[in-house]
């Protein structure tokens, strides 16, 4: 993505989420499902690093912190409202400025992180394949990038068509495995997807 069309995007993203950041975790529940599952699967292996990409408003980042206090969590946000959102409501986490096909995710805790979280924003990436390469590339040996996001929802046209108009598209399984994923599953109705990466 070129600097003017990455400009483009940031202020499509902070036009929208400055209406809807206050509300945002509340209306999303209905309808992002399989997230707190994905969590359960990362908090259920060993690891003392982990950055998010798109936190958001910092929701799964507040929930993996309660669950594991002692570990270092950053995150990786395109959004300036979004950002300034979750750095309030986790200021033990350093959540730094970038976009997920180029952005430095190593540098945001200092060192390649051991997990990173891709929750419900690969889908609103220009570049998914790049998206995913770049999180790869910078997971630390032996690291694993987690994706939990909408599958192709079993022909819902009308879901889709809700979706594509706030630039969001379903996440295709071929797509996943080209870019190496080594475990994809679905959520019933293929409403969602999970896969994940190893470094």
Request: overall charge positive; aromatic content about 10%; glycine content about 8%.
């Amino acid at each position: 993505m070129t600097p003017d069309a990455q400009a483009a995007h940031r202020a499509f993203l902070d036009r929208y989420y400055r209406l809807t950041h206050h509300v945002y975790d509340a209306t999303r529940k209905y309808f992002l499902f399989g997230r707190d599952g994905v969590l359960d699967r990362l908090l259920a292996s060993d690891w003392t690093t982990l950055v998010e990409i798109g936190p958001g408003t910092g929701r799964n980042l507040a929930r993996i912190h309660r669950r594991r206090p002692t570990a270092t969590l950053g995150g990786l946000e395109a959004s300036d409202v979004m950002r300034a959102h979750a750095r309030r409501r986790c200021p033990w986490a350093r959540i730094d400025a970038g976009f997920a096909e180029d952005g430095d995710i190593g540098a945001v805790l200092g060192a390649p992180p051991q997990r990173i979280l891709m929750s419900y924003c690969l889908s609103m990436f220009t570049d998914k394949g790049r998206a995913i390469d770049n999180a790869r590339r910078h997971l630390a040996p032996g690291g694993e990038l987690w994706v939990v996001d909408f599958a192709d929802l079993n022909g819902l046209r009308a879901m889709r068509r809700f979706l594509s108009a706030f630039h969001v598209e379903a996440v295709p399984d071929d797509l996943l495995h080209r870019h190496g994923a080594s475990h994809v599953s679905h959520g019933p109705l293929r409403y969602f997807v999970v896969a994940r990466f190893t470094a």
